[in-house]
Nanobody, 118 residues
Framework: QVQVVESGGGLVQPGGSLRLSCAVS????????MGWYRQAPGKQRELVAT???????NYADSVKGRFTISRDNAKNTAYLQMNSLKPEDTAVYYC????????????WGQGTQVTVSS
Protein backbone atom coordinates (compact mmCIF):
# COMPACT_ATOMS: atom_id res chain seq x y z
CA GLN A 1 0.00 0.00 0.00
CA VAL A 2 1.72 3.14 -1.25
CA GLN A 3 0.34 6.54 -0.25
CA VAL A 4 3.30 8.82 -0.92
CA VAL A 5 5.93 8.57 -3.63
CA GLU A 6 8.82 11.02 -3.51
CA SER A 7 10.91 11.90 -6.52
CA GLY A 8 13.21 14.56 -7.90
CA GLY A 9 16.34 14.06 -5.85
CA GLY A 10 19.81 13.86 -7.25
CA LEU A 11 23.38 15.07 -7.07
CA VAL A 12 23.97 18.81 -7.33
CA GLN A 13 26.78 21.21 -6.61
CA PRO A 14 26.56 23.76 -3.81
CA GLY A 15 24.40 26.66 -4.93
CA GLY A 16 22.34 24.49 -7.23
CA SER A 17 18.62 23.82 -7.22
CA LEU A 18 16.26 20.86 -7.17
CA ARG A 19 12.52 20.45 -7.06
CA LEU A 20 11.16 17.48 -5.17
CA SER A 21 7.72 16.05 -5.85
CA CYS A 22 5.43 13.99 -3.66
CA ALA A 23 2.56 12.13 -5.25
CA VAL A 24 -0.16 11.51 -2.68
CA SER A 25 -2.86 8.86 -2.71
CA UNK A 26 -5.26 7.09 -0.38
CA UNK A 27 -6.38 8.52 2.92
CA UNK A 28 -3.61 11.11 2.98
CA UNK A 29 -5.47 13.06 0.32
CA UNK A 30 -7.77 14.32 3.08
CA UNK A 31 -4.98 15.43 5.42
CA UNK A 32 -4.92 18.94 6.83
CA UNK A 33 -1.25 19.57 6.16
CA MET A 34 1.63 18.27 4.11
CA GLY A 35 5.24 18.30 5.17
CA TRP A 36 8.71 17.50 4.02
CA TYR A 37 11.18 15.79 6.34
CA ARG A 38 14.80 14.91 5.81
CA GLN A 39 17.21 12.53 7.44
CA ALA A 40 20.96 12.57 7.07
CA PRO A 41 23.03 9.48 7.88
CA GLY A 42 23.44 9.08 11.63
CA LYS A 43 21.00 11.88 12.40
CA GLN A 44 17.37 12.07 13.44
CA ARG A 45 14.68 12.79 10.92
CA GLU A 46 13.84 16.49 11.01
CA LEU A 47 10.88 18.48 9.77
CA VAL A 48 11.91 20.85 7.00
CA ALA A 49 8.71 22.53 5.82
CA THR A 50 4.94 22.32 6.18
CA UNK A 51 1.93 23.68 4.35
CA UNK A 52 -1.65 23.48 5.56
CA UNK A 53 -4.90 23.37 3.63
CA UNK A 54 -5.12 27.17 3.69
CA UNK A 55 -1.67 27.62 2.21
CA UNK A 56 0.12 28.69 5.39
CA UNK A 57 3.73 27.58 5.33
CA ASN A 58 6.39 27.05 7.96
CA TYR A 59 10.07 26.30 7.55
CA ALA A 60 12.96 25.14 9.62
CA ASP A 61 15.38 27.97 10.29
CA SER A 62 18.06 26.16 8.34
CA VAL A 63 16.12 26.40 5.07
CA LYS A 64 14.24 29.68 5.37
CA GLY A 65 14.73 31.87 2.34
CA ARG A 66 16.02 28.96 0.27
CA PHE A 67 13.25 26.34 0.20
CA THR A 68 9.61 26.73 -0.82
CA ILE A 69 6.88 24.20 -0.13
CA SER A 70 3.76 24.15 -2.27
CA ARG A 71 0.89 21.88 -3.19
CA ASP A 72 -1.29 21.28 -6.21
CA ASN A 73 -4.46 19.58 -5.07
CA ALA A 74 -5.65 19.00 -8.63
CA LYS A 75 -2.56 16.88 -9.23
CA ASN A 76 -2.49 15.37 -5.74
CA THR A 77 1.09 16.49 -5.48
CA ALA A 78 3.23 18.42 -3.02
CA TYR A 79 6.50 20.06 -3.96
CA LEU A 80 9.65 21.30 -2.34
CA GLN A 81 11.65 23.80 -4.38
CA MET A 82 15.19 23.90 -3.06
CA ASN A 83 17.51 26.72 -4.07
CA SER A 84 20.99 27.73 -2.97
CA LEU A 85 21.65 24.21 -1.81
CA LYS A 86 24.37 23.58 0.73
CA PRO A 87 26.29 20.41 1.59
CA GLU A 88 24.45 20.26 4.90
CA ASP A 89 21.21 19.81 2.95
CA THR A 90 22.40 16.35 1.96
CA ALA A 91 19.82 13.85 3.21
CA VAL A 92 17.03 11.54 2.23
CA TYR A 93 13.90 13.65 1.87
CA TYR A 94 10.49 12.30 2.81
CA CYS A 95 6.96 13.57 2.36
CA UNK A 96 4.20 13.04 4.88
CA UNK A 97 0.73 14.25 5.82
CA UNK A 98 -0.81 15.35 9.10
CA UNK A 99 -4.27 15.48 10.61
CA UNK A 100 -5.28 17.69 13.53
CA UNK A 101 -6.40 14.87 15.79
CA UNK A 102 -3.95 12.17 14.77
CA UNK A 103 -0.78 13.98 13.76
CA UNK A 104 1.64 12.70 11.19
CA UNK A 105 1.12 9.34 9.56
CA UNK A 106 3.42 6.69 10.99
CA UNK A 107 4.39 5.10 7.70
CA TRP A 108 6.83 6.53 5.21
CA GLY A 109 7.64 6.32 1.54
CA GLN A 110 11.01 5.38 0.15
CA GLY A 111 12.23 8.95 0.18
CA THR A 112 14.43 10.60 -2.41
CA GLN A 113 18.15 11.16 -1.99
CA VAL A 114 19.53 14.68 -2.25
CA THR A 115 23.30 14.99 -2.33
CA VAL A 116 24.97 18.40 -2.41
CA SER A 117 28.66 18.12 -3.06
CA SER A 118 31.40 19.70 -5.09
Amino acid sequence: QVQVVESGGGLVQPGGSLRLSCAVSGSRLSANAMGWYRQAPGKQRELVATINSGGTTNYADSVKGRFTISRDNAKNTAYLQMNSLKPEDTAVYYCNAARYALGWYDTWGQGTQVTVSS
